[in-house]
């Protein structure tokens, strides 16, 4: 018997014990039918691809649909389609593993790919979108090597379909089947996740949005909804480490700036972000270039003469807040987490003194418990310890060396090349590396030697990377060079574009078309 076939005897075995003990409300039939809608699996690793979030996605998501809402554009995420069966929204949701890329590689780097939880190979799982009214049926598997239930976080739904481990329903266990149906009376925006802590900080979340039966005024051009995430992940591995108290990947839809897709908005447009926090910190979200007002928490609609005006919202842990605004300004306004460990990559492999390679100091990635900032034994400030919580601390101290960055490599020179920080020079010419001419800085600093740099108490501090071709996609089109220098953690761009920019930008993601602005010339890796 083929894996697959043992795969499919187990599930059906399952909803027949689901039947006896009067568990299942759809029938048996339809739930045979979801055979063949399992994702394709890898059978040397039992990993599952994630699909391929192609650019194309925004634009579906983006025809209207009969209810005569806006429809919800998740960048970077999929949505989860769904079949009518006599008048019941079925939608067939697998909990798995899932190869989430975080980061593409780039120059720099490898790609940073971890292995998360999630559903239907994607991290956060697919968006899940509805009319207030709709009866919904979501045939729940669990291709997990535990068992897991799910959650609908706020929906006021009858207990058996609450998803509390052993209260509300017994445990799915692996290779088992549950069937969620309920009638959804509210509307806004809600999740859904995994009811075990862990599970959930591997990455189980998806968006439950509600259209209302009503559509709220003022209407919205643009709707977005995002998931906020946070992963610890130590050098050369993969898994993230949810008994971490450190994160230092931070995403929005499971990608890290640069890799987020940014938001494609015409001038004049009036925009609703919907946002969804699931991790161990709140994010004071805040959006660069416009005031917004917050119009939805996770219960649903503000009333009008309650929303308050700001510009950086706190998204708190199990919250959704959903902001509006108009367009009114044009520009690539950044939209991040304002925490400044939430706007970077990676931080736990700093360069410079953080870095110490010998000594009696803490190195990161030495081991799970040493590495993220969990003490084993003696205090945090210790010698043996300080060091990981960013610098030296006794005798490590004198071994703290000053060394130089990007920012320092260019400081001095008139000329620099845009996609390699680290070129740059006196003269005009061409960068050795990718063969791009060099550009005229408009400012160029004060060269320091390295001994002065060594006064200087704190340096280095900020890094900046640059990889605007490793990250190019249509929605990229025209950002200024350099611009991936600025997108770091838990950030993206909200591209507020006039007309004529704004319909050859969609022209070119609606031809998945990818390509350098006419400024920039080719260049080779
Ligand atoms: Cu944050």
Not at 28 to 45: M, V
Not at 329 to 334: A, K, N, T
């Amino acid at each position: 018997m083929s894996n697959e076939m043992n795969w499919m005897r187990r599930k059906f075995l399952h909803v027949s014990s689901l039947l006896g003990a009067g568990f299942l409300l759809g029938d048996a039939a339809s739930a045979q039918h979801e055979h063949h809608q399992a994702p394709k699996t890898d059978k040397k690793n039992g990993k599952t691809a994630a699909p391929e979030r192609d650019h194309q996605q925004a634009l579906r998501q983006a025809k209207q649909p009969p209810g005569g809402y806006t429809p919800v554009i998740t960048p970077d995420l999929p949505k989860l389609e769904y079949k009518m069966e006599n008048g019941v929204k079925v939608f067939n949701l697998t909990a798995e593993v899932v190869e989430c890329e975080l980061m593409p590689e780039t120059h720099m780097g490898p790609a940073r790919k971890i292995n998360a939880w999630g559903y239907n190979g994607s991290v956060p799982g697919p968006m899940i979108e509805v009319n207030e009214g709709d009866r919904v049926r979501v045939v729940f598997t669990n291709k997990l090597p535990e068992p897991t239930t799910i959650h609908w976080h706020g929906l006021e739904i009858p207990i058996e379909m609450d998803g509390t481990p052993y209260i509300s329903q017994p445990m799915v266990e692996p290779g088992g089947m549950f069937i969620y149906e309920f009638t959804v009376n509210q509307n806004g925006t809600f999740f859904y996740h995994s009811h075990g802590a862990m599970q959930e900080m591997m990455g189980m979340i998806g968006l439950f949005v509600i259209h209302p039966k009503v559509p709220h005024t003022p209407r919205v051009d643009k709707d977005y909804a995002f998931v906020l995430q946070e992963w610890a992940l130590l050098p050369n591995n993969n898994t993230p480490n949810t008994l971490a108290m450190e994160f230092n990947w931070l995403t929005m839809n499971g990608k890290a700036a640069p890799a987020t897709t940014p938001l494609i908005i015409k001038h004049g447009e009036r925009v609703r972000i919907r946002l969804v926090n699931l991790g161990m910190d709140h994010h004071p979200i805040h959006l660069h270039g416009a005031q917004f007002y917050v119009t939805g928490t996770e219960g649903g609609r503000i009333p009008e003469s309650a929303w308050y005006p700001g510009n950086t919202v706190l998204v708190g842990v199990a919250q959704a807040r959903d902001v509006e605004f108009e367009a009114k300004y044009v520009g690539d306004w950044m939209l991040h987490c304002h925490l400044p460990h939430h706007m970077m990559n990676q931080m736990v492999s700093m360069v410079g003194p953080m870095m110490m390679s010998h000594g009696g100091g803490m190195q990161t990635g030495k081991g799970m418990e040493e590495g993220m900032g969990i003490v084993r034994r003696g205090h945090a400030l210790s010698d043996d310890l300080g060091p990981g919580f960013g610098r030296g601390t006794g005798m490590t101290t004198q071994e703290e060396k000053n060394v130089s960055n990007a920012l320092g490599a260019q400081a001095g020179a008139l000329y620099a090349c845009p996609m390699h920080p680290e070129v740059a020079s006196d003269k005009p010419g061409k960068c050795p590396k990718c063969g791009m001419a060099l550009v005229k800085k408009q400012s160029s600093g004060v060269a320091l030697t390295e001994t002065e740099k060594k006064k200087v108490p704190g340096y280095p501090q900020d890094m900046m990377m640059i990889v605007d071709d490793d990250v190019v996609k249509p929605e990229t089109y025209g950002l200024a060079p350099g611009w991936t220098a600025s997108m770091m953690g838990m950030m993206t761009l909200v591209r507020v574009l006039p007309e004529d920019k704004y319909n050859d930008v969609m022209a070119r993601v609606k031809a998945g078309k990818t390509e350098r602005p006419p400024s920039m010339p080719e260049h080779k890796h």
